[in-house]
């Protein structure tokens, strides 16, 4: 049976499934309530009786090597039903059909498939990866003993490129008209908070990023909110006594807040009700509000009738949207990647009316998107592919194998020492319980972030790159 995604079948306006191929017909089959009802046009058959009424086929034939669909119309056939191996649920039928279009599709797609096969035995991952899309295989190895190494290979890239633009200080920076954040997103960067001064911790900060972050932290810009907390790890969200300190120092330095949460397990459940019972209080006490990034349904929920002073954000594991490195390479027309479910009004409208939900967080993530209208928070230059609440840095660590992976409750923080590295040409890496990408164009010119918020950014997160 050839897969679906390289071979669809139509009746009229009805999806059937192709069972059997070749270059005089194709098979498929009914649900016996399913009857083909509408008529169509057909050539004499000699069999008249096993002939069931029929309709225009469309069939749609996937190109591996152009990357998009071939549709052949076929109004002209005969149609039989087959009567081998009888079931008591659908109803076979073979179409005999005659058209050159057809013949030339069924040899292109079997010759095609047939390749892809013989190199998925053959070829490793890589391999096949190369021989399908062009994809630089031969890369496919780890150089780097560390992620300083590596991040050390990204900045000389960056530099190596990067344009008079992202250099012409002042004038450019005054450009991005748009908050700009910071990410307090673990443990360290929360003591490095409460122990520094502001200009001395943001020093530091601006030390650990490279390209355009580093420069527009260096600018005379500067930070007008925190985002304190971690959207893909739990275990990464500072103590409570941690987060009242991180707060209240936010205030004095008059910095707005966005508290940051990822998923919420089951066993985390009344902590996290009681907390933000906690952190609603903490508002009304000093007059103010504070957002809060949401990235599961429950806790969306939770926050329903804390809105007054807790104002929601969805969150980038909520926010889905198709992310990865290597997409660059994917052969076919990638205009559909730029929108998600958020471009849907009607969507929207969902999350405002029953969760209180206007602000939306992205990421830049190496292609165009087109952002909604509305509150869109851009988070550079990191990027979210995997996210798993068993964690397989844990699961290397800890038992040698990152398949190995079983729910944390107290954790090690092995992630304070240890990432896990890939090629340095995918501009990625593993770290705690998620995959990132780094959108090097972000990183190397800041016309990327011009044409960001131009197209309806309104704040720009800064995360820490080593």
Known sequence: MI???LLAGFAGDREIRITKLDETGFGFRLCKENQMMASGNTKAGKDKTNT???QLFRLCFYDLEKGEYNEVKISFYDLKKETDEPSEFYEKFWVFVDQPD????VQSLLRQYSRYIHLKLEEDDSGLAKNMTGYPGELDQVRCKSLEAQIQIWDEEVQAVASEAASDGKENWEKLNAELALELDRKEMYVDYLQLSFAEFLKKYAENSIGICKKLLQSERKPERLYIGNQFCHLLFPEQDMLFKLMEKAVKEHLKITLVFSYVREYKLDFISR???????????HNCQIEVVVNDWGMAEILKNQTENLIPCLGTLLNKRKKDPRISYKTGD???FKENSLNAQFYRNFLRNTYGICRFEWETCGYTQLFPIGKNSLHIPFYQTNTSQYCPLFAVCANGERGRQKLIKNCPEYCREYVLLYPEHLHMMGRYNSLFGIDMDALKDIKVLETYIKNGVDRLVIGEQK
């Not at 057809?102 to 599709?105: L, N, S």
């Not at 907390?275 to 006490?285: A, G, Q, S, V």
Request: overall charge positive.
């Open 334 to 336: 990638q205009k559909l």
């Open 52 to 54: 069931v009424p029929q």
């Open 102 to 105: 057809y013949k030339q599709a």
């Open 275 to 285: 907390l933000l019972c906690e952190i609603d209080k903490w508002c009304r006490l």
């Open 3 to 5: 897969p679906f995604g």
